[in-house]
């Protein structure tokens, strides 16, 4: 919990603070092997992240993206190879985040028909899973696209069984904290195909 002693020394790990000599958490999350794993929180964009996101607005220069930030995101004319509409659905990775956190995407690609899920950004490691294991089994059992953002928007083809992909999404989602994750969602794939 936020403000519980993780340790009786100073350790600087992410997700901690130290006072008096001792560290403390800043987040609700998960305490092993010296680190902390948040099981919550929002997205704080870096240089080179991959993210899917929205086009909200036409500007003369370019667009406003929805990134599931607290600020648009914005989309150079000159980083996008086709004109794109409200509503699009773009991948695209972050060129810059400044000191005020505005943040420029490029090499921008509009994605195809599909539907956008999100989910808790700090559980896309877990979606994507080791050498991207679990995206893959998702891909293959459902034969659907998946593109996932690591601001926690998943955008799902509409081909294949997109309802399936959401409802393994979810379960991931819930239960990415725990053991033997992909095995319990490999069998729930199998028995719901």
């Not at 909200?56 to 996008?80: C, H, M, Q, W």
């Amino acid at each position: 919990m936020p403000g519980e002693l993780i340790s009786e020394r100073e350790e600087h790990i992410s997700y901690a603070y130290v006072e008096k000599g001792k560290t403390y958490s800043t987040v609700v999350g998960l305490y092993s092997n010296g680190k902390i794993v948040p099981l919550e929180g929002p997205y704080d964009p870096l240089a080179e992240d991959t993210v899917v996101g929205v086009i909200t607005e036409i500007k003369f220069a370019g667009y406003s993206v929805d990134i599931n930030y607290a600020f648009p995101a914005f989309l150079s004319n000159r980083e996008s190879k086709e004109k794109l509409a409200l509503g699009d659905a773009i991948i695209a990775k972050v060129l810059s985040v400044n000191e005020v956190k505005d943040v420029e995407l490029f090499e921008a690609k509009r994605l195809p028909a599909g539907s956008l899920v999100r989910v808790s950004p700090v559980k896309v490691p877990r979606i994507i899973g080791k050498r991207n294991s679990m995206i893959d089994m998702l891909q293959s059992s459902t034969g659907c696209q998946i593109f996932v953002g690591r601001n926690g928007y998943v955008w799902i083809s509409g081909k294949g069984n997109d309802i399936l992909a959401e409802k393994a999404l979810r379960i991931i989602e819930v239960q990415a904290h725990t053991q033997g994750l992909t095995d319990r969602v490999a069998a729930f794939l199998r028995e719901h195909r």
